[in-house]
């Protein structure tokens, strides 16, 4: 994240300096992903006073630590549930929830299927090492199929969830991917996500060099993201204008593409909004 000490540093308000140095590991693509959201909010019309960041438990989750909102730093796999409550309490305020992997696919799972459902006004980003990075290496829900891990020292035999695909069938109206190997449009689809209202889940593809690189023999972190970033296509829209389908994240085994962008989104009634609206007019 730079120099954040320097008083000229992009979005210095919004960090807390005296938390710094950050204890993600050296290469590790958290910080780039939070610099990008730092820089998104500083586009956005938002009252710094009315932006709230929720997160769980996990390498991603220590952010809310290092931002300088009204945050919250909850429990594993309880964000979505935290936030919701907060929303229903407060619904003129905008949440951003940032979660992990295993944190959201995993633990998690149940919670983020119903606030799809709901379509509540949570901007989800959900940032995908495609490992447990805190916790000891585990295999999560994300993890490329045949990739090792700690409780997969020969390599993971499960089938990974698209987790766009389940958000969008579980009712989400947005949805984007973006990577840390291109952090100005990150950058982008993270401003997008944020003015969108109802559910919104923003897959932010980052590296581990750690947990995952070392265990797969993936080089340096530099190699890591040089090859996210080689794989990455941005998403164009369909000339007949009909929404895109959601294409493989290339998380199965196959060097496929990773379809990057904004990949489906769509309005629809606000959980909260309805809510009370029901509750004013039951009153009169």
Known sequence: MGNLGNPTVQGKEYLRIKKLPHIWCPGCGNGIIIS??????????FEHRDLVVVSGIGCS?????????????????????????LKMARPELKIIVIMGDGDCAAIGGNHFIHAARR?????????NNYIYGMTG???????PRGKKASTAPEGTQERPFDLLALGRAAGATFGARGTAANPRQLERLIARQVKHKGFSVLEALSVCPTSMGRRNREGSAVDMLRRLKERSV?????RDGKEPEILSAGFSGREDKIITGVLFAREEPEYSEEYYRRIKEENG
């Open 119 to 127: 379509n509540i006004g949570l901007s989800a980003i959900v940032i």
């Open 137 to 143: 290496g585990q295999h999560s829900p994300l993890t």
């Open 61 to 85: 989750s220590r952010a809310s630590g290092y931002l300088n909102f009204n945050t919250f730093h909850t429990t594993h796999g309880r964000a979505l549930a935290y936030a919701t409550g």
């Open 36 to 45: 990008a959201l730092v820089r998104a909010l500083e586009r956005l019309p």
């Open 234 to 238: 941005t998403l164009r829209k369909r």
